[in-house]
């Protein structure tokens, strides 16, 4: 008899927790999965498909930028017309929109505001061939099949994704594959995103690390995000591989962002593991979750580090025990960018086999 009441009980309460909380999901924080890969991938292969997508800055704007990367307008069927880019897309003013928002970024390249200091070299997704699987084990394996394209020709099709939201229009409601590659052309970065592990000062315990990004980033200014992101861009490029490797640039971001080196990790045997592709439908970027366990590193010493873009992107860091209590009281109590809440619930889930739960919002 006792031990039915409480269970009853217990079951009141949880379901007193369910209505005043939920789950975190894909709907909740705007982001469409192009695949969760369980357990992990066994490898992420980055392939060209040797087109080219570039918007040259207006004429006007030239003479003052000293050390700018200029490239002429080239679509993806080698012309310098976007005519065919509109027909694809079906968006019949995209012309228009591109001729609009390329000068207010060359403004912000001159005026170095908004993010806009250097015009690199970027990659941008064509394609993606997912749900293949390779040996016994069926382990999945991903192939994100590239363009190139340059930081400029970025932000100037993230501006026109804007103006499309305010409209409401049927590329801010992408849910498949095929409505992905119909809009390839505004996906022109591949962002991969880090969370980290450190040993705790607690025995056999572990912390992740959380930065709040900076007012000088591009967009999220001053949220909380997980340890890191560094974007897809020519230096991730192996000559000797001929073609760029996603790896590079994950030990590239985590030296750049937070001090770690890279042969740090060759001398510790740094685990890593590449989990989510997905599309973060607030501003179409294309991202990709990876957590990194790294051994014999404290947060005290992360910490001191020094590092290229540290003081830049990143206005903290901060660690919270990687335990479920432990990660949903630090995210009701910090105002997190919807990738970073997107990739604590990947871990959580494959963690402790549950997803986050969160506050529900208040209606207004």
């Known amino acids: 008899m006792g031990k039915r009441f409480i269970q009853r009980i217990q079951y009141k309460i949880h379901i007193r927790k369910l209505r005043k909380a939920e789950f975190l999901y894909d709907d909740n924080l705007n982001i469409f999965t192009i695949e969760n890969a369980v357990p992990k991938y066994k490898r992420i292969d980055i392939e060209s498909s040797g087109k080219k997508f570039y918007i040259d800055i207006p004429d006007e704007y030239k003479s003052r930028l000293k050390q700018f990367a200029f490239h002429e307008n080239c679509s993806f069927d080698d012309t310098s017309s976007f005519q065919g880019l509109s027909e694809q897309t079906g968006i019949y003013d995209l012309e228009r929109l591109i001729e609009q928002k390329r000068k207010i970024v060359a403004e912000d390249f001159v005026n170095q505001t908004n993010g806009c200091m250097f015009n690199e070299l970027k990659y941008g997704v064509y394609n993606v061939i997912i749900g293949e699987r390779i040996g016994d084990d069926e382990d999945p394996v991903a192939k994100i099949i590239t363009f190139e394209t340059d930081f400029f020709t970025f932000r100037v099709m993230y501006l026109v994704y804007q103006d499309l939201r305010k409209r409401n229009h049927d590329i801010t409601k992408v849910s498949s594959m095929t409505e992905f590659r119909k809009y ?3 996906s022109c970065a591949i962002g991969v995103h ?51 490797q996603i790896n590079t640039c994950l030990f590239r971001g985590i030296e750049e962002e937070l001090g770690i080196p890279a042969d740090y990790h060759m001398e510790n045997n740094t685990e890593y593991s590449y989990w989510d592709i997905y599309l973060n439908k607030d501003t179409y970027d294309f991202e990709i979750s990876c957590y990194v366990r790294i051994k014999r590193m404290y947060f005290d010493d992360v910490k001191t580090l020094m590092a290229k873009d540290k003081r830049f992107e990143l206005s903290k860091i901060d660690a919270v025990n990687a335990n479920k209590k432990a990660i949903e009281q630090y995210i009701e109590e910090h105002d997190f960018m919807p ?16 997803a986050i739960r969160v506050p529900k919002k208040k209606k207004t």
Do not use: W
């Open 194 to 244: 880090i969370l980290v592990g450190i040993d705790s000062e607690r025995f056999g315990q572990e912390q992740l690390i959380i930065s709040k990004r900076s007012d000088n980033t591009i967009d999220y200014h001053n949220k909380y995000h997980i340890s890191a992101c560094e974007g897809l861009c020519h230096m991730d490029y192996n000559p000797s591989a001929g073609k760029v």
């Open 339 to 354: 990738q970073g809440l997107y990739i604590l619930n990947s871990f959580v889930i494959r963690r402790f086999r549950s």
């Open 184 to 186: 390839n052309c505004f």
